[in-house]
């Protein structure tokens, strides 16, 4: 399977192409607001790097929120454009797991039993989602939320933590999550899926 996978929820504007779970090239910058201006220009880089065509492509996976209102709508919606004109599969990640997953790798060395993923919400807010280390993997210890920063001072009490933040995403991770929810059967229907936004979006400026 050729994946293509975007990443626009964060501060970092991502795009991987992945054959097969194996990452064959991944472009992507970190600055905010530039991703309506470069994501196209990234997804053509890449589909040339990997020696490809768009029509090559099998499915897409897109990194679905919570982060910025912006990247998502303007990410979703390319995704969407592809996926409807080459009538492929769709892949929806949630980014906060995304996040946390960059953290598996056993190469790493990090034995904390907790990961906590973690992106800048705006007004001392922040979206995060808390993770137990198992076995290699990684199991949510509760839903995603948008909390207070002191009470994300208080899930995390006497918890030994490794955090990840916006910079940490990646559309490599975005696509190998994308792959098994696509081989368990759980692809998005592009036609009813909307961003994850958690917070309600007239509690944010489109500028975020």
Sequence with gaps: MRLLSIETATSVCGVALLTDDVLQT????EARNIHAERLLGMIDGTLRTSGLRVRDLDAVAISI???SFTGLRIGLSVAKG???GLEIEMAAVPTLEALAWRLTD????DASPYVLAAIDARRDEVYC???RRSDRALVASGPPQDLHVPALHELLEGKQVTVTGDGGCSAATVGLLGGRLLRAGQGADPATLEPWYIKEFFLRTASS
Aim: glycine share 18%; net charge negative.
């Design 26 to 29: 991944e472009e992507s910058v």
């Design 65 to 67: 929120g919570p982060g």
């Design 82 to 84: 592809l996926v409807f």
């Design 106 to 109: 056993p190469e790493a060395g």
């Design 129 to 131: 989602q808390l993770f």
